[in-house]
C-alpha cells in the first residue's frame, strides 16, 4: 500500500507547485475545486499511466465493436443460419443490449486521447460533454442489463417460467429509458455545465 500513498504524495506536491505557477497559490480549497472542474490541468502521474488507460481502452472498444457487428450481421441475415430468427432469443438480445452499453462506456474512455494532447481537461467543453455523456448513459445501463440478465435467468431457471416477447420488449425499452432519463437529467438541471472534470482523464456529471 506505500506505493500508492507515494504517488498521492507525488500528484499532492506537483498539484500544489503547478496552482502556484499559475498563480492560484492563493485560492482557498473550494476555490480551487471550483476552478478546476472547469480547467483541469494534467500532472505527470496522469501521463505516467496514461498508455495503460488507453490500451485497456482500446482493447474493450474493440472487443465491443466485433461483438455488435457479429450479432447485428446475424440479427439482420439470419436467414442464412437458422430457421428460427436469433432476435427471438431473449438471453441474444439482452447481452446485444449489455454490448451496446458497454461500447459507449469504452468509447467515452477512448476520448481520453484528446485530454492527453491537450494537456488538460476542459469543463463544458463540447468533448466533455460528449465524453461525460457516454460514460452517463454507458455505465448505469450497463449494470442495469447485467441486473436484468441476472433477473431473467432467475425467472427462466429457478422459478421455470418465460417471459412474454411483448413483456421482454417493453423491459429492455423501459431500461433504456431510464438510462436516458438519467443521462438528460443533468442537462436539464445544469445545462451546458452539467459535465466538468470529475477526476483523472474523465468528464462527468457536476451534480
Known amino acids: 500500500m506505500n506505493w500508492i500513498l507515494d504517488l498521492f504524495t507525488m ?14 497559490g492563493g485560492l482557498s480549497p473550494d476555490q480551487t475545486a471550483a476552478l478546476e472542474r472547469f480547467n ?9 499511466y496514461f ?26 441475415f439470419w436467414r442464412r443460419f437458422s430457421a428460427t430468427y436469433l432476435g427471438y432469443n431473449q438471453y441474444v438480445i439482452l447481452i446485444y443490449n449489455l454490448i451496446i452499453a458497454d ?8 476520448m481520453t486521447l484528446h485530454w492527453y494532447r491537450v494537456g488538460h481537461i476542459a469543463g463544458s467543453s463540447n468533448t466533455c460533454i460528449i465524453q461525460g ?4 448513459e454507458g455505465v448505469p445501463t450497463s449494470g442495469l442489463f447485467v ?11 429457478v422459478l421455470g ?10 423491459c429492455v425499452v423501459v ?28 468528464c462527468g456529471q457536476s451534480l
Not at 455523456?133 to 452517463?136: G, V
Not at 441486473?147 to 431457471?157: D, E, L, M, P, Y
Open 11 to 24: 500528484a499532492r506536491e506537483e498539484h500544489t507547485a503547478l496552482l502556484a505557477n499559475r498563480g492560484f
Open 40 to 48: 483541469f490541468p494534467l500532472l505527470r502521474i496522469h501521463y505516467r
Open 51 to 76: 498508455p495503460l488507460v488507453v490500451t485497456i481502452a482500446l482493447m474493450s472498444l474493440i472487443a465491443t465493436v466485433c461483438s455488435f457487428a457479429i450479432i447485428t450481421y446475424r440479427l439482420v
Open 103 to 110: 461500447m459507449q462506456t469504452a468509447g467515452g474512455a477512448i
Open 133 to 136: 455523456w457516454l460514460f452517463q
Open 147 to 157: 441486473s436484468a440478465i441476472a433477473i431473467h435467468t432467475f425467472i427462466t431457471v
Open 161 to 170: 417460467r418465460k417471459l412474454k416477447y411483448r413483456t421482454f420488449v417493453c
Open 175 to 202: 431500461i433504456w429509458m431510464f438510462a436516458l432519463f438519467l443521462t438528460v437529467l443533468p442537462i436539464i438541471m445544469e445545462g451546458k455545465h452539467a459535465y466538468v472534470n470529475s477526476g483523472a482523464w474523465v
